[in-house]
């Protein structure tokens, strides 16, 4: 089929894309630019672009997103003039990347998110709203940042169930091929983990002379962590654990 990849530039587009060459699709990638191979140009912000870049696609993965900027103006209000430009023709499934946990978890991002996929149900497109739990890499760089010279405090009691990133890819390019389900499904690590056993199995890899230290985290989003709002509840699992991503991959920074 003929696929368009949104986001195909980012942390999990890029191991998205071969998936999909290899099940045999010729994949497009839409960024603002359009350059390198398979690039195609189109801009979420501002519209432009979208519906050349847009037409004649049979599958589109929409994984683009702008989480340290304006989620509101590229999630949701990008997400809606996507909606607008799409090939209603042609198009036989939208597979959107969205998080586990956003209708839980009280963050401005994870709202944005929720709100993208509210114009997606409403949009009467045949959709599939893919919920994946953090990446490792993420995770990763989150306990690099959060390191005190010789000591790692972590929120104490958060649960979480971080999966491999072309884990994710696979699973997302195996549902993009696959019949719309047409509504929210699941995806996720193979194993739970409290925030102080990831960071300590970090430590022992990445700074073996830190100390994890575990600190209440008082408020709303504490106390969604702490009771699994991050935490996938039904869906596929990856298999990648966290101790052979620790064992396989060098630090992200």
Not at 41 to 68: I, K, N, Q, Y
Not at 170 to 196: I, K, M, N, Q
Request: proline share 7%; charged share 25%.
């Amino acid at each position: 089929m003929d696929v368009l990849v949104t986001g195909a530039t980012g942390r999990l587009g890029r191991r998205l894309v071969p998936h999909l060459q290899d099940a045999g699709h010729r994949v497009r990638q839409m960024s603002r630019r359009g350059t390198g191979p398979g690039g195609v140009r189109g801009d979420l912000v501002t519209g432009r672009d979208l519906g050349h870049a847009l037409a004649g696609a049979e599958v589109v993965v929409h994984a683009a997103s702008d989480p340290r900027g304006n989620p509101w103006e590229v999630d949701v209000a990008g997400t809606r003039r996507l909606v607008e430009a799409v090939d209603r023709d042609r198009l036989r499934h939208l597979v959107y990347v969205s998080i586990v946990g956003i209708d839980r978890v009280p963050l401005s991002y994870y709202r944005a998110k929720y709100a993208a996929e509210q114009v997606l149900l409403a949009s009467r497109l045949p959709i599939t709203l893919v919920r994946i739990t953090q990446f490792h890499e993420f995770a990763d760089e989150l306990l690099g940042t959060a390191r005190r010279g010789p000591l790692l405090p972590v929120p104490m009691g958060w649960r979480v169930q971080p999966v491999d990133v072309d884990d994710a890819a696979a699973h997302l390019a195996a549902t993009a091929s696959a019949e719309p389900d047409g509504g929210v499904v699941e995806f996720g690590g193979p194993e739970e983990h409290s925030v102080g056993d990831l960071a300590r199995a970090w430590a022992a890899v990445r700074a073996p002379t830190a100390r994890v230290l575990s600190t209440p985290f008082p408020g709303r989003l504490g106390a969604a962590l702490r009771d699994g709002a991050a935490l996938p509840a039904r869906g596929g699992r990856g298999r990648r654990t966290w101790a052979e991503y620790l064992a396989g991959s060098p630090s992200p920074g």
